[in-house]
């Protein structure tokens, strides 16, 4: 492939992936039952928002409409644009951002820390396998609620069992490569970790029950229960 058409490609799977990224699966679920997440608990459009203030069953359908974000992302950037390589890491960049600043929702969000699992499924396939198993054992009870983000335990467990699996196990011919867009992928999973970790010591009180939610969510709550 020519250096131009590469580039107009690359253009085109971050803007994608960009839109992608911010479809409001959490703020659209959230409304649906009468409530505005970004009102209530973390104030973040993200599954785990949704877990602890809409319901259970509608916030682990919002992770795995998050993940499939990512997974989406790779496999039309991989089919669809032609994209290899390291260069896989702009359009992730692309969902992470759509993610983290949605046009939809005025440019809020959540952390992205499920998109980027989808990314690793993408991008590492049967590699991931392992992390993600581990991953989803932090993000079951009774580990879940020993954690402040789960979500993000989860996601920084996994992240060390993925990079052993791609050291030990993943075929030798694709190893560099493998470790390589590993390394690449890990720079973007700091940016999370880190937009996650400052979000957490800048609205700490939100975490520790320090305030009562505002009065719209019991507001937002009346219409969705004067129904039953």
Not at 34 to 49: C, E, K, L, P
Not at 210 to 226: I, K, N, Q, T, Y
Request: glycine share 10%; charged share 15%.
């Amino acid at each position: 492939m020519s250096t131009g058409p590469e580039i107009v490609n690359l253009a085109y799977a971050s803007l994608v992936a960009f839109f992608i990224g911010a479809i409001p699966a959490a703020y659209i679920a959230a409304r649906l039952h009468g409530i505005n997440i970004f009102d209530v608990g973390s104030r973040q459009a993200g599954a785990t928002n949704v877990w602890k203030h809409v319901s259970r069953k509608t916030g682990f359908i919002v992770f795995l409409i998050d993940v499939a974000k990512g997974i989406i992302t790779v496999q039309i950037a991989r089919y669809a644009f032609e994209i290899t390589g390291l260069w896989f890491l702009v359009p992730a960049i692309g969902v992470i951002l759509g993610h983290w600043f949605s046009p939809m929702t005025r440019f809020k969000g959540g952390d992205g820390v499920a998109s980027l699992g989808g990314l690793v499924v993408g991008l590492f396939q049967w590699a991931a396998l392992p992390a993600v198993l581990i991953a989803i054992v932090f993000g079951l009870p009774p580990l879940r609620y020993k954690f402040a983000h789960p979500s993000l335990q989860a996601g920084v467990t996994g992240w060390g069992v993925l990079l052993l699996t791609i050291a030990i196990a993943s075929p030798s011919d694709r190893r560099a490569e493998y470790l390589i867009l590993y390394v690449g992928i890990t720079c973007l999973a700091l940016a999370v970790l880190l937009k996650s970790v400052r979000f957490h010591k800048r609205n700490s009180h939100l975490f520790d029950g320090e305030v009562p939610l505002d009065d719209v969510e019991f507001e937002d709550r009346r219409p969705a229960e004067s129904k039953r």
